[in-house]
């Protein structure tokens, strides 16, 4: 049995930018399949320190999803990401890992 000092969950950190013209709805962060509504800026975010966490960000304004973008943070990769949402409401976000 593991001991209760390797199951404490980590963080990791996600800075989530909007393009700097126009009106950009906020974003939603989904963890592991569970979705969290966000707010511009960079944030900490708590997640299971069992396995890879599939991290995802998205926009949505009322009619459909835009900018989506995923990243699997595995456990002994650093936890920095940074997420750039697009310019136009069709195109695909980034999301990338800070070294």
Do not use: H
Request: overall charge positive; cysteine-free.
């Amino acid at each position: 049995m593991a001991s209760s000092a390797s199951m404490q969950p980590r963080r990791f950190e996600l800075t989530l930018r909007k393009p700097w013209l126009g009106w950009t709805p906020k974003p939603t962060v989904v963890l592991d399949g569970r979705g969290q509504p966000a707010q511009w800026g960079t944030g900490t975010w708590q997640i299971s320190a069992e396995g890879p966490t599939v991290v995802r960000v998205f926009l949505f304004n009322r009619l459909w999803k835009f900018g989506a973008a995923e990243f699997i943070l595995d456990a002994e990769q650093p936890a920095a990401l940074v997420y750039s949402a697009p310019r136009l409401p069709f195109l695909p976000g980034k999301l990338r890992m800070v070294s």
